[in-house]
């Protein structure tokens, strides 16, 4: 097997929002890779200056990473809603399109990579197109009026899709994409979470699942034990994230963050030193799930 054939193929998709994000779970992922890892990387408002300074964060992993960057439109996506106003995040929908690859890893750009990388890479795929996590029924979700108002069965396993194995053959041979698309185009509503929605209606519940340990959610107001850390990787879920703004007063998980985001270029950054009307904009979006997670942090607290 040639090294090409034996590295991993790591896709992901990211806007100015969550570049500490990306930072974060690409750094994170190499230091615990026992393979080269090729990083299929998409965005559509990143400078060269954020393509240096992404180069920079890896540097230290040279002899086990390399990097292929992609910049893409929203176009293909025009009839479908967004997410925060980005449609950057259907190119998901179209990786095995994009890419001439056998499988590509998907990761969110939110995640600290707890383990290697290789052992969720080389999950057999078997028939189907994609192997995701699955913690929940449909019938479970905060988007389930939505999910059982198109026909989805209240006791299917919902599928999360921060961490998708795509098998590009199946996926293509099933018509995963043009199914999509066509998901988007005729229903004209917003989804929920937005392509992960899609999928789901997509998919019906017709995937693999990865080992439940491969995945550990963070929401907001859940403060991981520093102390422990699981081989796992780690999803901060919902809003806000911990690098976003204020993200050191807000987000419970703020310690285990800081803990990782240490050997990029920004380890030393707070929510506030880059401050722009873009973050402010997004805090005003989100304000409502900001006040809903503090809220629920102290009722935590309280029964704690």
């Given amino acids: 097997m040639t090294e090409a054939e034996n590295s991993i193929n790591v896709a992901l998709v990211c806007d100015k929002n969550m570049e500490i994000g990306l930072h974060l779970t690409i750094v994170s992922m190499l230091r615990r890779a026992s393979r080269k890892v090729h990083i299929h990387f998409f965005h559509e408002d990143f400078t060269e200056q954020d393509i240096k300074k992404l180069e920079l964060s890896i540097q230290s992993y040279k002899d086990k990473a390399e990097l292929s960057v992609f910049k893409i439109n929203e176009n293909k996506f025009s009839n479908a809603s967004g997410w925060f106003g980005k449609k950057i995040v259907y190119i998901r929908l179209s ?3 994009i890419l001439p690859l ?4 998907y990761l969110d750009c939110d995640l600290i990579v707890n383990m290697d990388v290789a ?4 999950t057999a795929t078997d028939t189907y197109a994609a192997v ?3 913690d929940t029924k449909v019938g479970e979700t905060w988007e389930k009026d939505f999910l059982l108002k198109r026909g989805m069965n209240a006791e299917i396993p919902y599928m999360t899709t921060g961490v998708l194995l795509v098998d590009c053959e199946n996926w293509k041979e099933q018509k995963i994409t043009e199914r999509c698309l066509k998901v988007v185009e005729n229903d004209k509503d917003y989804f929920p979470t937005a392509d992960q929605t899609v999928l789901n209606l997509v998919f019906e519940g017709n995937y693999k699942t990865f080992a439940d340990y491969f995945q550990t959610s963070i929401p907001p107001y859940e403060k991981p034990d ?3 850390l699981k081989e796992t990787i780690y999803h901060f879920i919902m809003v806000p994230k911990p690098w976003e703004l204020f993200g050191e007063f807000f987000h419970a998980g703020y310690g285990l963050y800081k803990q990782e985001i240490k050997g990029t270029l920004f380890e030393n950054t707070n929510s506030w030193n880059s401050f722009s009307f873009g973050k402010l904009w997004r805090l005003i979006r989100t304000a409502k799930m900001y006040f809903k997670m503090t809220k629920t942090r102290l009722k935590k607290r309280r029964k704690n």
């Fill in 95 to 97: 990786l095995p399109d």
């Fill in 102 to 105: 056998k499988r590509v890893l």
């Fill in 119 to 122: 052992k969720l890479y080389d």
């Fill in 132 to 134: 995701a996590h699955s």
């Fill in 226 to 228: 520093l102390t422990e």
